[in-house]
């Protein structure tokens, strides 16, 4: 059973910085992109970043540029993102995905598999 887990959600105030962390287990997504989406209340699920296998490129969503940074244990299933200058915009439920394509892509419906999500509260 293939399974993605987040880890390192919480509470932070505005200016400050969290780092996600996600892994996956009964499955190697070799050669497949995985990334991060955020979905606020109310609000569609929305695209971050992407990485690709090897961790060398990375696809960022115009709003994180320069805030956040994602990493990828070169060719595992292991991933981080590390969030800066979090604003309250940034708050929302994270999620890891996995799988399906190789290429870069903004769109849920080209990833797979998802974690659960945690939780990033931002307050003024």
């Known amino acids: 059973q293939v399974r993605l887990e987040e880890f390192g959600g919480g509470s932070v105030q505005a200016g400050g910085s969290l780092r996600l962390s996600c892994g996956a287990s009964?499955?190697?997504?070799?050669?497949?992109?995985m990334g991060w989406f955020r979905q606020a209340l109310g609000k569609e699920r929305e695209f971050v970043v992407a990485?690709?296998?090897?961790?060398?490129?990375?696809y960022y969503a115009d709003s994180v540029k320069g805030r956040f940074t994602i990493t990828r244990a070169s060719n595992t299933n292991t991933m981080w993102l590390q969030m800066n200058s979090l604003n309250t915009a940034d708050a929302a439920v994270y999620f890891c995905?996995?799988?399906?394509?190789?290429?870069?892509?903004?769109?849920?419906?080209?990833?797979?598999?998802w974690g659960q999500g945690t939780q990033v509260t931002v307050s003024s």
């Open positions: 990485i690709n296998w090897e961790g060398t490129r990375t």
């Open positions: 009964g499955h190697t997504f070799s050669s497949a992109v």
């Open positions: 995905a996995a799988g399906g394509s190789t290429l870069f892509s903004d769109s849920p419906s080209n990833y797979k598999y």
